[in-house]
């Protein structure tokens, strides 16, 4: 069974991606495994973290298979993060960056407060990374800090990838 999440992470994708997963389950009650088509260049963090939470709920049922075409960023990580084994296409690209926040007429305390927020959200993504790839969290809170974008091979080396998808001779 193949389900696709392509577009930016919204919480009406997230709806969508939530009944087609239900649908995949109900028609397919012995799923081994789910393949997961991934391209987005992100969204909401929250919103990927609760991607994040729904796959792996649904990987304690059946094997999770996350593929990248084209593009995977932000918030998408996230989602890249669950699969159990995740491959991309070898042209694939991949955007690490710290959490960024939408501010208009804050004042210090408030600035301070979604500063906070934003600082926990980060050692939590780095440490929800680490936790899936085994490189180390101070790993990936350098590089969201540097905002990195990456081909296949490098997501490979960091662990983000568990292969790439090769050519058809």
Known sequence: ?????????????YKQFSKDMSKAF???????????????AGGVADVGLAFYGLI????QRCTVCI???GYCASAAIAILAAGDFRTATPEATF???????????????????AADKLESEEKAWAKLLEGRTSTPASVWRQLSTQSV???SDE????RLLTSILK???
């Open 167 to 169: 050519d058809r001779k």
């Open 56 to 59: 792996r709920a649904y990987a």
């Open 95 to 113: 955007l690490i960056h710290n959490s960024r926040a939408n501010i208009k007429n804050a004042d210090h305390s408030e600035m301070q407060h």
């Open 67 to 69: 593929t990248v075409h």
């Open 149 to 151: 974008t990456m081909k």
């Open 155 to 158: 997501a490979l080396q960091f």
């Open 26 to 40: 109900k028609r397919l009650d012995d799923l081994k495994e789910l393949e997961i088509e991934l391209v987005s």
């Open 1 to 13: 069974m193949i389900v696709r999440v392509i577009g930016d992470i919204t919480e009406d994708s």
